[in-house]
């Protein structure tokens, strides 16, 4: 069981790390992108026979009618017949919508949407997003990504268009246009599938947006809400863990002052290459914070594993050794036979779609200043960032473009009026939880949080030791959506839609 959640785990810091790391370090890029497309062919091997995988031919623009428009580009679907009631009863669909990742991390680990399938006879469709894993438009990665002409047609509101286009096709061509359809989602993936109730609710009948943080954008939600939470989830766990760490960065910087002193930093920390700099070490063990605390949910609980180490450290142990220890005790160690730390490289790079996002539309102004959490001071820098974009893409970030396109800064009235059957579900100790929705708007437009689960906690795998508070929220949104599926049905039999019975 411990390896099985340990994969989840590992599965789940891939999908949502680069959301993490090109928000809270605006100027970087990190490798977990070529990570993911190294394995997914390995991954698809991997998938129960059940899962079967096709290929859609998308639309490369959906908002053009230039002639250039109607190229096309293979889209990577998944589908899983086995629980399916069929058309005839007009059984539900229930879409998964990709993130910035392979389709497989989106099968892989997601056990709850199998559940849901299982209960309602659903089938299950997953679907790529363009410019992930193998859904990539002009043929391959390289064609793809070569500059911000082919990277142009990849934003939220093409992948939208996406799922609208083949969840019509899939259900026009199973003669199952009186299935209801689930959106199901997480993170960003949640985010898109509370865009695609409020864009096309025509195609999808509700959705369940899991951890999507769609008031980080603007001003709507304070810069420093996510290290304050990734802050007090560290506080909450050891007071002595938290001013160790608060200390640390300060005492890092002096020991890279000293004659030799990063040699000296490369040796505590047992980094497998020599440091360049004391801002290397220090991005890297901010990334090693956040992602536990965005992580930090049962069985494993990230936060109290790098806590424990440093207050387990032997009696006399000095502030960088405590750390040290935090560090060797966290899952990027690369388990226990690894003989050093391998430093993530912040270089700025030009081979990431979510960067390409980050830096197109997708801009969530995080940054916490010098005495407001156990961070050093980093707020968030829009000249810098604007400059590092155009370095990268040659293109300036549409700062409003997300609450433009789908509101935010009067939330309760674009969704209470425009929308409804939408589930937002979080967990608190999630730093992007902060910029969730985590009161009910509606009736139909619903809150589920708890407050002690951390990120995406809700889709993944039951399992044996899972916590009250867990299979209360998940009893709680199968209920939502049971009464969604059911108000379909009598709407369809109101006006004599309905097939069979």
Not at 100 to 117: M, Q, R, S, W, Y
């Amino acid at each position: 069981m411990a390896l099985q959640f340990l994969f989840q785990f590992l599965s789940l810091l891939l999908l949502f790390t680069t959301i993490c790391i090109s928000a809270t370090y605006p100027g970087s890029s990190t490798r977990f992108d070529t990570m993911r497309r190294r394995m997914t062919s390995k991954s698809n091997s991997h998938l129960h026979p059940e899962f079967v995988t096709y290929y859609y031919t998308q639309t490369l623009d959906h908002f053009n009618y230039k002639p250039e428009s109607y190229a096309t580009f293979q889209q990577k679907y998944i589908m899983n017949f086995k629980y399916w009631g069929g058309a005839s009863t007009s059984s539900p669909i229930i879409v998964y919508i990709g993130e910035e990742a392979p389709l497989t991390f989106g099968v892989h680990g997601k056990g709850f949407i199998v559940d849901l399938a299982s209960r309602f006879k659903a089938m299950l469709l997953y679907i790529e997003h363009r410019y992930y894993g193998d859904s990539m438009p002009f043929g391959s990665f390289d064609e793809a990504f070569r500059d911000a002409n082919t990277l142009g047609f990849l934003s939220s509101t093409q992948a939208l268009a996406d799922c609208a286009q083949l969840i019509t096709d899939v259900k026009r061509n199973l003669s199952a246009e009186n299935c209801p359809v689930i959106a199901i989602g997480g993170s960003y993936g949640g985010m898109l599938a509370s865009w695609l109730r409020l864009k096309y609710p025509h195609i999808a009948t509700g959705a369940l947006a899991s951890s999507a943080p769609i008031l980080y954008f603007d001003d709507l939600t304070p810069q420093n809400g996510y290290h304050i939470v990734v802050t007090n989830d560290f506080r909450d766990v050891s007071e002595s863990c938290y001013n160790t760490i608060k200390q640390s960065w300060s005492e890092i910087d002096r020991v890279a002052g000293q004659t030799n002193g990063l040699t000296t930093l490369s040796n505590i920390f047992q980094t497998c290459s020599p440091l360049n700099s004391s801002k290397e070490l220090k991005d890297h063990l901010g990334m090693i914070y956040v992602i536990s605390a965005q992580n930090d949910n049962p069985p494993y609980n990230p936060v109290s594993k790098v806590c424990g180490a440093i207050d387990g450290a032997p009696k006399g142990t000095d502030i960088l050794g405590k750390v040290a220890a935090g560090l060797n005790a966290s899952l990027l160690r690369r388990g226990p036979e690894a003989q050093c730390n391998h430093i993530i490289d912040f270089t700025p790079k030009n081979t990431s779609g979510w960067r390409w996002q980050t830096c197109t539309e997708m801009v969530m102004p995080i940054g916490h200043g010098e005495n407001d959490t156990m961070f050093q001071g980093s707020p968030f820098d829009l000249n810098n960032y604007t400059k590092s974009c155009q370095a990268l893409f040659g293109v300036t970030p549409k700062l409003h473009w997300i609450t433009t396109e789908f509101g935010g800064h009067d939330i309760k009235s674009v969704l209470g009026n425009f929308s409804s059957n939408i589930i937002f579900s979080n967990g608190l100790r999630d730093p992007y939880s902060v910029g969730g929705v985590l009161e009910d708007i509606s009736d139909s437009v619903v809150a589920v949080y708890t407050k002690d689960g951390a990120h995406g906690l809700d889709l993944l795998d039951a399992t044996p030791s899972d916590p009250e508070w867990l299979l209360a929220q998940r009893q709680k949104e199968i209920k939502i959506i049971e009464l969604w599926i059911a108000e379909h049905n009598a709407r369809l039999i109101k006006t004599g839609n309905r097939i069979g019975f």
